[in-house]
């Protein structure tokens, strides 16, 4: 479960006492040179978190209900919670079938793995390694571990020694596993909000940052993006980032719902990249939104139940 604002929060962190990390140059930036003056209302990444797979992975009926109705909303990225069980009892022969039939017979090309500790990228690596298939491999690693609510299992400094370790990971793969975070505020500690988004831009390919309102409300996320535009300004980068909506009741799930406000998943991505076009602020020609992703698959299934199948 996200949150939208500081909380209690605690991780099972595994080995981080004794986290020591061979520490490689970060991700290729992208020149600055190369911003877009406006964003494009037509989201390029289209992704949404599944919730409950590892009850799905395994039984072909609910797989492809997942995909069709995915497929049917025009996702073409998902990201899988419950790899710690998942992984913890070596299911690889499922989560490869399942991971090669989303990426080639329903078109979802990207294929992320949501971890939240150094150990479990070390798990995803071995993983990924043992795959021969390049259809059967993650295409993305996800960083989820929320330094900022105030738990005791991870400040920033914690936070940053996985981040480093994950993205080392992504990097030395081949091909080369893309690295993202999902991020709420920079706290934890407090009065860091620059020097925070400057490692996050150093080391990620991309970026997730939550508009968890109840309905598109570009404001909630200026600064923000702020702060991300100028950490990619100050190394001649341009970050891109996803903008995370959440399809929970207490956020959009009215604004979502067929028997609520109707709006499709895309006219919410329109809405905020419209409010961006508008907005002026810092660091704002160093930011590049490239789509959205919806919290999570049971809420926004809930809201938009219908679909048109790939198979009918």
């Not at 899988?80 to 989303?102: P, V």
């Not at 690693?141 to 738990?151: A, D, H, Q, R």
């Not at 409010?275 to 992703?293: D, E, H």
Request: charged share 15%; aromatic share 14%.
């Amino acid at each position: 479960m996200k949150y939208f604002s500081p909380a209690v929060f605690v991780f099972a962190l595994v080995g981080l006492a004794s986290c020591q990390l061979d520490v490689i140059e970060p991700v290729s930036p992208r020149q600055s040179a190369s911003a877009r003056v406006a964003a494009s209302a037509s989201a390029d990444y289209r992704g949404v978190y599944v919730d409950g797979f590892n009850a799905i992975l395994g039984n072909s009926s609910l797989e492809d209900s997942l995909l069709n109705w995915c497929a049917g909303h025009n996702f073409n990225a998902i990201s899988l919670y419950d790899l710690n069980t998942i992984m913890g009892d070596e299911r690889y022969s499922d989560l490869a079938r399942f991971i090669q039939k989303a990426r080639l017979t329903y078109g979802i090309g990207q294929v992320a793995a949501v971890r939240g500790t150094s150990a479990n990228f070390t798990q995803n690596a071995g993983y990924d390694a043992s795959r021969g298939d390049l259809n059967e491999r993650f295409t993305t690693y996800n960083l989820e571990n929320e330094w900022w609510n105030n738990g005791p299992a991870c400040d920033f400094s914690c936070y940053t020694s996985i981040l480093q370790s994950m993205s080392n990971k992504a990097r030395n793969a081949s091909p080369r596993i893309t690295s993202e975070a999902y991020i709420g505020w920079f706290l934890n500690p407090s009065g860091q909000d620059l020097q925070q988004a400057k490692t996050l831009v150093r080391w990620l390919d991309r970026i997730l940052v939550h508009d968890y309102r109840t309905y598109p409300q570009f404001g909630y996320m200026q600064s923000r993006l702020s702060y991300l535009g100028r950490a990619a300004q100050s190394q001649n980068r341009v970050i891109d980032v996803i903008v995370l909506f959440s399809a929970e009741p207490e956020f959009m799930q009215d604004y979502f719902s067929v028997s609520g406000q109707n709006h499709s998943f895309d006219e919410a991505y329109a809405d905020i990249v419209n409010q961006f076009n508008a907005a002026s602020f810092n660091g704002k020609n160093n930011v590049r939104l490239i789509g959205y992703q919806i919290f999570d698959y049971s809420f926004a299934r809930q809201a938009r139940p219908t679909y048109i199948s790939l198979f009918q």
